[in-house]
């Protein structure tokens, strides 16, 4: 047809010129005129730089990062290039991997610092105009160094996520990062699964796809884990991405596969997990000690939110500490005991660990774990518990040891006669005792059930009949009644933070109170724990 027509159009001299000169536009269109599929390529100044994985900048420019030099790069949508140095020798993850670098959500760009020489693991933040304004090491877990992954994301959350990978035996976690630098990292349910890329889904969590364990897992913004198996084996799942239909798209680089998986809302079974202290010797220190190995147990309280409820069929509770516990004979964890109540029988089977129990829609189980040298369960210390259902789905749940409880004490004067000289000596004996006032400082406060007060009298005082010490007298108020058992003289109260109570000390010759003394208070709690106050008699 075109042709057929050229024909036509050059029998006609009018019409010869402007022929001649469309088919000059048709053959000749100058290279800025692009199509489709055309191609133009921009050299990376640097020589053999690298570049290996690049992002949509807030700043409507193109950013890279160079695997070779481990600089940070951005080119113009002109094709005009600019190299950022790292901040320290060899600090960028793109030396080993593909890179890690994003867009956060405050306009400037961040990215990975895999093993600096200087730094360390960690992440930086850079402007738009390429300055470095902030440095972000992850934080140690014990002796071990947790080391990011290849994969940096945004979160719906305003924080950024990354992937950390652990080993066997610590493990491998999610982690997230507030703006101002503050990590929080949770552990994966299956060990050594070599988590790589992650991504913001549209369900308001986050998609990430697990290389060894041959799944793709889910995280809620607050730290809440599903992991979906995938039915191909070892089908190698890596890249990442949400696709325009709503679905997270993944590659399965050993399967020679693209898979794709429904978002759709988070599973309905949550977890939510309280750490109780130690409060009793049901476990000891091996993945079979189903029994007491003379040291109390840390202690927690996991509670179920599930439609219909639903039936645990293993259990491992993880701990910065580190350490890791499970249900499980053939790992090399130790027991995690479990029971329907703190003092039920323990729902493990004797020859295996295993479990297999239900739970109702808001009930509750417990936990014992046993400690190593102390380390496990210290104030600050993040507890991961992550519960397999009988349907093949999971659900964690995270908390953190509460700080220490505090104490406060003063010294009142000798207000009031309630005890006498005696350990027992729940009565007045003709003389004014010494009288303190405690005070409490423990969120979520604490039951005290033991108390001892020792003077540089000298002199002591405490709520054990069986002691050789005179009775501590402790009520709520100066004149309350007595909180001390009349038979054993022992205390078992609650106190809110805040919260106060009155100790009455019987004198002795006149010496126990007398100006510069120094009175020292040590209380004892239902979870284990214990507290000191000091104060000196005006």
Known sequence: MYFAMRKRLLRRPALRLLACFLLLLTF????????????TEFPVPTANSGPAEIITGPDGNLWFTERNTTNIGRITPAGVITEFPPPDPGSLEARDEDGGI??????????????SDVFGW??????????????????????????PGSALTAGPDGNLWFTELGD???????????????????????????????????????????????????????????????????????????????????????????????TGP???????????????????????????????????????SASDGRTITALQLQSTG?????TGANTPYWVLGVAGALDGPLLNDPATMAVNFPVTNGGSFVLFAADYQGVEF??????????????????????????????????????????????????????????????LGASGGRTINALQL???????????????????GVAGALDGPLLNDPATVAVNFPVASGGSFVLFAADYQGIEFVSGTTLTLTVSFSDGTTATATTVVP
């Not at 000749?28 to 191609?39: F, I, L, N, R």
């Not at 994003?102 to 093993?115: M, Q, R, S, V």
């Not at 997230?176 to 503050?182: D, E, S």
């Not at 599973?267 to 049901?282: H, I, V």
């Open 28 to 39: 000749s269109a100058p290279s800025a005129v692009m199509g489709a599929g055309a191609v």
């Open 102 to 115: 994003t867009a956060g959500p405050d306009g400037n760009l961040w990215f990975i610092e895999g093993n």
């Open 122 to 147: 960690g992440f930086a933040r850079m402007t738009p105009a390429g300055v470095i304004t902030g440095r972000f090491p992850i934080p140690p877990q014990g002796w071990y160094h947790f080391s």
């Open 168 to 262: 066997a035996q610590h493990g491998d976690m999610i982690g997230r990062m507030t703006l101002t630098g503050v990590i929080t990292q949770f552990f994966l349910p299956t060990p050594n699964s070599e988590p790589r890329g992650i991504t913001a889904g549209p369900d308001g969590n986050l998609w990430f796809a697990e290389v060894n364990a041959n799944q793709i897992g889910r995280i809620t913004p607050t730290g809440t884990i599903t992991e979906f198996a995938l039915p191909t084996p070892n089908s190698g799942p890596g890249g990442v991405t949400v696709g325009p239909d709503g679905n997270f798209w993944f590659t399965e680089f050993y399967a020679n596969q693209i898979g794709r998986i429904t």
């Open 266 to 304: 988070a599973s309905s079974a949550t977890l939510a997990l309280a750490y109780n202290g130690k409060l009793r010797d049901r476990v000891g220190q091996d993945n079979t000690a189903l029994g007491p190995d003379g040291a109390l147990d840390g202690t927690l309280t996991a509670t179920l």
């Open 322 to 326: 580190p350490g890791f516990w499970d």
């Open 378 to 439: 210290v104030p600050g210390t993040t507890l991961t518990l992550t519960a397999t259902f009988s349907d093949g789905t999971t659900a964690t749940a995270v908390t953190t040891v509460p700080a220490g409880a505090t104490l406060a004490l003063a010294y009142n004067g000798k207000l009031r006669d309630r005890v006498g000289q005696g350990n027992t000596a729940l009565s007045p004996d003709g003389a004014l005792d010494g009288t303190l006032t405690a005070t």
């Open 454 to 472: 020792q003077s540089t009298g000298p002199g002591t005082w405490d709520t054990g009949a069986n002691t050789p010490y005179w009775v501590l």
